[in-house]
């Protein structure tokens, strides 16, 4: 009888977690870097500020992230390196110049920045067993980006970035 309660048991504690809604966790394929990251939360935290950060935003008609230009035709081999680059962009210049006087809008900025420091934990690990080298095309499409930053002014071209996270998060999303 003991046997069966314990067959049971494991039967019931599989179902369970095989029957539990995903908690966000995607891999992300990154030419040979492999990495696992909560991007739902990420994307949740980004819609938390997405409307009252693109209503500062004045440049409607210019774009950083360019899709087509910067990220979607990127070789798996280059994702690692363009994404490393991409979140010390965002925690170099982006999250840590972002002013608001909303503290939730704050809160939530400190979120997706310790989020970011993870997924930038993970790349370097990459970095350091050789599966996420730079090559030419990442260093050349993230010079595109920077140089479409730096067409607007400092606080402007903070807003705008912000305000594109979600082009990048998609990006990352495609990249499971």
């Known amino acids: 009888m003991k046997g069966t309660g314990l067959v049971f048991g494991l039967i019931s504690a599989v179902l369970s977690v095989l029957g539990r809604p995903s908690n966000g966790l995607k891999t992300l394929h990154l030419g040979s870097c492999v990495i696992t990251t909560n991007l739902q939360e990420i994307q949740n935290g980004f819609s938390q500020i997405r409307d009252s950060v693109q209503a500062n935003d004045e440049n409607i008609d210019i774009r950083i992230l360019r899709s087509t230009e910067s990220l979607q035709d990127t070789e798996p081999s280059e ?35 310790n989020s970011f420091l993870i997924i930038k934990k ?49 990006w990352m999303e495609e990249s499971e």
């Open 79 to 113: 994702k690692c390196c363009l994404l490393h680059h991409l979140l010390s962009l965002y925690l170099g210049r982006v999250f840590k110049n972002y002013q608001t006087s909303d503290h939730h809008t704050l809160r939530m900025i400190s979120s997706l920045a």
């Open 122 to 170: 993970d790349l370097r690990i990459c970095h350091a067993h050789g599966t996420c080298q730079c090559e030419e095309e990442a260093t050349e499409k993230y010079s595109r980006i920077l140089s479409h930053l730096e067409e607007l002014e400092p606080r402007a071209a903070i807003v705008k970035a912000l305000g594109e996270l979600d082009i990048l998060l998609r």
